[in-house]
């Protein structure tokens, strides 16, 4: 092999180019550093229109570099050429330091041409001639032998073919199981008598098609409808409206998660059954209950068809308890889940995920928490009502109404790298037990997922704040500053459509 590099070396060296073409290769060797001709290259491809496209070209640049960089150069490394056998009009102004093998600008080009051309193969063929350009421009100013340029490659396809198995280009659809919480009968109604449905106009703004409050007015003549105004507050309107000579026998709510968590705190103190038209953005808790329209909803009124399902109470140190439906977090889980949703629709989740986690981990820091009475450093803390899925920090979807458990994924910080972290944010367990094993990233897993019934997080620095059912607070009530979550299994009573 080094015969073979330092022939190749000395046929480039000897050959005469002249100041115009040596200038280019420095030039594009230059533009190269850092990844900022490739970045470059997103901007133009989301421009187009082709955002999956640059998305999966800057992941799979990201995966290749950090291969190439803590993986390679570390296992096998090596000498650079010496700079006397480059002729002087070659040579860069700053000469590499690193060890030689493999070749980063090598492996960053071929990863993000690749990535492009798995995406959008038009692209990535225009891409390809830009990419080996790359790689010859290191040969051409010394930079690295061939035998680099060529590892660097094999590096940079490979890791673009890890982030199409990790992140497909089209996701098959995977029909969803009803859920499992037993069936029970509930008030039914066509003309929503005995029902009062608070409306938040708010929630899901941005999302277009009509008001809910109008339309529910149509559909269910006799409820009675409140659209929130400025300054009500959910809560005084509901126990107002419970005060009545007449009270409602049945609590309906058309908003976001937000909103439906704090109807279903009212509907559980009252003891009344909860109806949920989906009105926010994701609307998780009425898609697990299988209300992904207000049609269903409607139908499962009807027929008086309801379940049973689990909640969680979550306590703070003043002794105030709220209900949370789907998830409680602290640290950085909060910020990602929002970075994740903001290109989830345009770049499909594993790639949003995979941009979300690398943006929050770099800008934010660790936490010091106790948990159940232990210190530890985390990135962030999980719990979800019930087991969520994949095992990752930030799971997806809820399958689930009844496990009469808590999923809890911590992620942990001590002693690890930010890209252990990344890792885990962005593709869960499985993934980061992967990277555990390679050289110089070995350690203990730095996601851990585990099932409990009640679980105590407590601030040992500043208040990491809270975050539960899409909404987020920066101060935890009450000293110290601690949060307690319990399950309370089929403690809710919610319409559901039977299939």
Same mark, same amino acid.
């Given at each position: 092999?080094? +015969?073979?590099?330092?022939?190749?070396?000395?046929?480039?060296?000897?050959?005469?180019?002249?100041?115009?073409?040596?200038?280019?290769?420095?030039?594009?060797?230059?533009? $190269?550093?850092?990844?900022?001709?490739?970045?470059?290259?997103?901007?133009? &491809?989301?421009?187009?229109?082709?955002?999956?496209?640059?998305?999966?070209? &800057?992941?799979?640049?990201?995966?290749?570099? &950090?291969?190439?960089?803590?993986?390679? =150069?570390?296992?096998?490394?090596?000498? +650079?050429?010496?700079?006397?056998?480059?002729?002087?009009?070659?040579?860069?102004?700053?000469?590499?330091?690193?060890?030689? /093998?493999?070749?980063?600008?090598?492996?960053?080009?071929?990863? /993000?041409?690749?990535?492009?051309?798995? %995406?959008?193969?038009?692209?990535?063929?225009?891409?390809?001639?830009?990419?080996?350009?790359?790689?010859?421009?290191?040969?051409?100013?010394?930079? #690295?032998?061939?035998?680099?340029?060529?590892?660097?490659?094999? !590096?940079?396809?490979?890791?673009?073919?890890?982030? =199409?198995?990790?992140?497909?280009?089209?996701?098959? $659809?995977?029909?969803?199981?009803?859920?499992?919480?037993?069936?029970?009968?509930?008030?039914?109604?066509?003309?929503?008598?005995?029902? /009062?449905?608070?409306?938040?106009?708010?929630?899901?703004?941005?999302?277009?098609?009509?008001?809910?409050?109008?339309?529910?007015?149509?559909?269910?003549?006799?409820?009675?409808? #409140?659209?929130? $105004?400025?300054?009500?507050?959910?809560?005084? *309107?509901?126990?107002?409206?419970?005060?009545? %000579?007449?009270?409602?026998?049945?609590?309906?709510?058309?908003?976001?998660?937000?909103?439906?968590?704090?109807?279903?705190?009212?509907?559980?103190?009252?003891?009344?059954?909860?109806?949920?038209?989906?009105?926010?953005?994701?609307? #998780?808790?009425?898609?697990?209950?299988?209300?992904?329209?207000?049609?269903?909803?409607?139908?499962?009124?009807? $027929?008086?068809?309801?379940?049973?399902?689990?909640?969680?109470?979550?306590?703070?140190?003043?002794?105030?308890?709220?209900?949370?439906?789907?998830?409680?977090?602290?640290?950085?889980?909060?910020?990602?889940?929002?970075?994740?949703?903001?290109?989830?629709?345009?770049?499909?989740?594993?790639?949003?995920?995979? !941009?979300?986690?690398?943006?929050?981990?770099?800008?934010?820091?660790?936490? %010091?928490?106790?948990?159940?009475?232990?210190?530890?450093? *985390?990135?962030?803390?999980?719990?979800?009502?019930?087991?969520?899925?994949?095992?990752?920090?930030?799971?997806?979807?809820?399958?689930?109404?009844?496990?009469?458990?808590?999923?809890?994924? !911590?992620?942990?910080?001590?002693?690890?790298?930010?890209?252990?972290?990344?890792?885990?944010?962005?593709?869960?367990?499985?993934?980061?037990?992967?990277?555990?094993?390679?050289?110089?990233?070995?350690?203990?897993?730095?996601?851990?997922?585990?099932?409990?019934?009640? !679980?105590?997080?407590?601030? +040992?620095?500043?208040?990491?704040?809270?975050?539960?059912?899409?909404?987020?607070?920066?101060?935890?009530?009450?000293?110290?500053?601690?949060?307690?979550?319990?399950?309370?299994?089929?403690?809710?009573?919610?319409?559901?459509?039977?299939?």
């Amino acid at each position: 092999m080094k +015969r073979w590099d330092a022939s190749v070396a000395s046929r480039i060296n000897a050959r005469t180019t002249g100041a115009v073409s040596d200038g280019f290769w420095r030039g594009l060797t230059r533009a $190269a550093n850092h990844g900022k001709l490739w970045f470059a290259a997103a901007a133009v &491809l989301v421009a187009l229109g082709r955002p999956r496209a640059a998305a999966r070209g &800057l992941a799979s640049l990201g995966l290749a570099s &950090l291969v190439a960089n803590l993986v390679g =150069k570390r296992l096998v490394g090596g000498d +650079r050429p010496a700079l006397t056998s480059i002729p002087l009009a070659r040579r860069l102004e700053r000469s590499p330091t690193s060890p030689s /093998f493999p070749s980063g600008h090598t492996a960053s080009a071929a990863a /993000f041409a690749t990535g492009v051309a798995l %995406e959008w193969p038009a692209a990535g063929a225009a891409l390809a001639p830009l990419a080996a350009g790359v790689g010859y421009s290191r040969l051409h100013t010394g930079a #690295h032998w061939l035998s680099d340029v060529v590892g660097g490659a094999a !590096i940079g396809a490979g890791a673009a073919v890890g982030v =199409k198995l990790l992140a497909p280009a089209v996701k098959p $659809a995977v029909r969803r199981d009803p859920p499992t919480a037993r069936m029970i009968d509930l008030p039914a109604t066509g003309t929503g008598e005995g029902v /009062f449905i608070v409306v938040n106009p708010g929630s899901g703004r941005g999302m277009g098609g009509p008001q809910p409050g109008p339309l529910l007015r149509e559909r269910l003549p006799q409820a009675e409808v #409140h659209e929130l $105004a400025d300054g009500d507050d959910i809560g005084d *309107v509901i126990e107002r409206r419970l005060a009545a %000579e007449t009270p409602p026998t049945v609590l309906g709510v058309s908003g976001g998660d937000g909103t439906v968590a704090a109807v279903a705190q009212r509907a559980r103190a009252a003891g009344l059954p909860l109806l949920v038209f989906p009105g926010g953005t994701f609307n #998780h808790f009425a898609k697990a209950a299988l209300l992904d329209s207000m049609d269903a909803t409607l139908r499962a009124l009807a $027929a008086g068809s309801g379940r049973e399902v689990d909640v969680a109470d979550l306590t703070f140190g003043t002794g105030e308890t709220i209900t949370v439906l789907n998830t409680a977090s602290v640290g950085l889980y909060p910020a990602f889940v929002e970075e994740r949703e903001k290109h989830e629709k345009r770049l499909g989740k594993p790639i949003a995920a995979l !941009i979300a986690a690398i943006r929050v981990v770099r800008r934010g820091d660790p936490l %010091e928490v106790e948990i159940d009475g232990r210190t530890r450093t *985390v990135w962030s803390v999980f719990v979800g009502v019930d087991r969520y899925y994949p095992v990752a920090v930030a799971p997806i979807e809820r399958r689930r109404l009844d496990d009469h458990l808590l999923d809890v994924r !911590i992620l942990f910080a001590d002693g690890k790298p930010r890209s252990r972290g990344a890792v885990a944010l962005a593709f869960g367990g499985r993934t980061d037990a992967l990277v555990a094993r390679m050289p110089f990233l070995q350690g203990p897993p730095a996601l851990e997922a585990r099932t409990v019934e009640e !679980i105590t997080i407590a601030a +040992r620095g500043d208040d990491p704040g809270y975050a539960h059912d899409g909404e987020a607070s920066t101060e935890t009530p009450g000293e110290p500053r601690r949060i307690t979550l319990r399950v309370r299994p089929a403690a809710l009573k919610v319409y559901s459509p039977r299939e």
